[in-house]
């Protein structure tokens, strides 16, 4: 036999050994160790993907962000993003990563500020968050530049959509069925499920052309999403999502140059149906509402910040219970990042957030507008919700990671997508209606 065809037998033999011993191994983990039986699978899945082809091991950093129960010290969505980040490391090799700096940056600016209240604050959590925001921030980026860059956008985003539409359909059908009453599914909180659906939702609608999705298909996915959200009840995911479609529509479309109209129909219906469930609770003597609980936490959010205001009291206080508090994380991101890391890490925080808003809106509209939507759709969001949760907390960056990388993409290989001239009423385009 040519020694070609030996050679692939034998790495056909090895495969089938290590995929046999492989199972054996998960077989007798999942009876024995059923604690980490479920890493073992991941394990097996990341090896079958590296198998096919190494580059879509950072695909799976984006369906993991729905795997958020927690797998011992950590949560599947965390274990999958430190192997995407540790392979797109090794693929990223520097081409073309230095278009990214501005972004790199704004992340390194975050991380950087927060480092001092190590000294500080010495405890175990404390380190594990820290190098946890680092992968969560800096590592999500490099992870969504490696899958743009690579080709793989259009494979990531669109498992994260149609697991999104799944989800809202679901929601949807429960809500009939509950009597409209907010959607909880299993492990994923309703708030968890809107975090999810708005990122679906904005893809959906921006629908930048490299994407390359039919418009019917990319409105439907849009819908059902929106239904999901509205099934779920999350007020403060919509909110998000509006401010992404805001985004989206006052930027030119990508094929015509025209700025969105439907927006507007989208718009005033749902702003008003969350100023009124709001209004509605705090107006009730609910003590226990979501609302009235908010204002709870948020009081002694800043008890807690002003037994440390410069450098915060440490990361995940609130399971520690040293600061005389705990139990609940504070719902608004900015509340939690001062009672963690104080003014200073508020300071790199409102710092990572200008920066990458600010290099997203000078990029090339056909790439940036779908980065930028999601980031400021995530920051408005966070202002009535957790903000550091994993899988929410990393997928911004990640979209935002991949907008780069599609860029740079398609630059290295000659193709040019230049935004239409903005139509208005003065400045138009022969054959474009407004």
Request: aromatic share 12%.
């Amino acid at each position: 036999m040519p020694t070609g065809t030996i050679r692939g037998v034998g790495a056909t033999i090895l495969g089938i050994l290590v995929l046999v011993v492989l199972g054996a191994s998960m077989g007798i983990a999942s009876a024995r160790l059923p604690d980490y039986a479920i890493y073992l699978a991941l394990g097996v899945l990341l090896i079958a993907v590296a198998a096919i082809d190494l580059s879509l091991v950072p695909v799976l950093a984006v369906p993991a962000v729905f795997a958020v129960q927690r797998i011992g010290p950590m949560s599947g969505s965390d274990f999958l993003l430190g192997m995407a980040v540790l392979v797109s490391l090794l693929l990223l090799r520097g081409r073309g990563v230095v278009t990214m700096q501005p972004l790199l940056w704004s992340g390194a600016f975050y991380v950087a500020l927060t480092a001092p209240q190590l000294i500080l604050n010495r405890y175990a959590e404390n380190y594990i968050e820290w190098a946890h925001e680092l992968v969560l921030v800096l590592g999500a980026m490099i992870v969504g530049f490696v899958i743009g860059r690579e080709g793989h956008a259009r494979l990531a985003l669109g498992v994260f959509v149609a697991m999104c539409v799944g989800i809202g359909a679901v929601a949807g059908v429960t809500a009939l069925g509950n009597g409209f009453q907010p959607v909880y599914l299993g492990m994923w909180h309703k708030n968890a499920i809107g975090a999810f659906l708005m990122i679906g939702l904005i893809i959906a609608f921006a629908n930048p052309p490299w994407l390359g999705w039919p418009r019917w298909l990319a409105w439907t996915a849009f819908a059902v999403c929106g239904i999901g959200m509205a099934a779920a009840q999350s007020r403060q995911a919509i909110v998000g999502a509006l401010i992404g479609v805001v985004v989206i529509g006052l930027r030119p479309r990508f094929h015509n140059g025209k700025r969105s109209r439907w927006m507007w129909v989208i718009l005033i219906p749902a702003a008003w149906f969350v100023y009124q469930e709001v209004m509605d609770q705090l107006a009730s003597d609910d003590s226990f509402s979501s609302a009235a609980q908010r204002l709870t936490w948020y009081g002694a959010s800043i008890t807690v910040w002003l037994q440390s205001p410069l450098f915060g009291v440490g990361h995940r206080w609130w399971t520690t219970w040293h600061t005389g508090y705990g139990g609940f994380q504070p719902p608004n991101a900015e509340l939690e990042v001062l009672t963690t890391v104080g003014i200073v890490g508020l300071i790199g925080f409102l710092g990572m957030f200008a920066g990458g808003l600010w290099a997203l809106t000078r990029m090339n509209p056909v790439y940036g507008t779908l980065g930028l939507a999601v980031v400021a759709a995530k920051l408005a969001q966070s202002q009535f919700d957790l903000y550091w949760v994993a899988g929410h907390a990393s997928l911004l960056w990640i979209v935002a990671g991949i907008c780069y990388g599609v860029q740079e993409r398609d630059r290295s290989e000659g193709i040019e997508r230049v935004p239409h001239p903005v139509q208005t009423i003065w400045r138009r385009t022969r054959g474009v209606r407004i």
